[in-house]
């Protein structure tokens, strides 16, 4: 099982960019999902979250309003739309996946990280 995202890049402040976050592999099932952040000499830290149905969402505090997580179960994708994008926001965005796979039980899956650079 691969979580792969994309969508990365540099951006002025202000600006927006949309991160993806695909599964793929052996058989699965998803169930929540999150996009974690981790900047330079920062711990990882929890960006936003989302439910198996996509029902309930949250979010850090410092994104609230500019950020929003969706998710197509049908692609077996995740989305992290971020507009009026700041500085500090600059970091590598991981996805993060809870996930059944056929022969290997439940576990937390990771992406391979995707670099977001804002300019001031």
């Known amino acids: 099982v691969q979580l792969v995202e994309s969508g990365g890049g540099l951006v002025q402040a202000g600006g927006s960019l949309r991160l993806s976050c695909a599964a793929s592999?052996?058989?699965?099932?998803?169930?929540?999902m999150a996009w974690y952040r981790q900047a330079p000499g920062k711990q990882r830290e929890l960006v936003a979250a989302i439910t198996g149905g996509g029902g309930s969402t949250n979010y850090a505090d410092s994104v609230k309003g500019r950020f929003t997580i969706s998710r197509d179960n049908a692609k077996n994708t995740m989305y992290l739309q971020m507009n009026s994008l700041k500085p500090e926001d600059t970091a590598v965005y991981y996805c993060?996946?809870?996930?059944?796979?056929?022969?290997?039980?439940?576990?937390?899956?990771w992406g391979q990280g995707t670099q977001v650079t804002v300019s001031s």
């Open positions: 993060n996946a809870d996930m059944v796979v056929y022969g290997l039980g439940r576990s937390f899956y």
């Open positions: 592999g052996s058989t699965f099932s998803i169930n929540a």
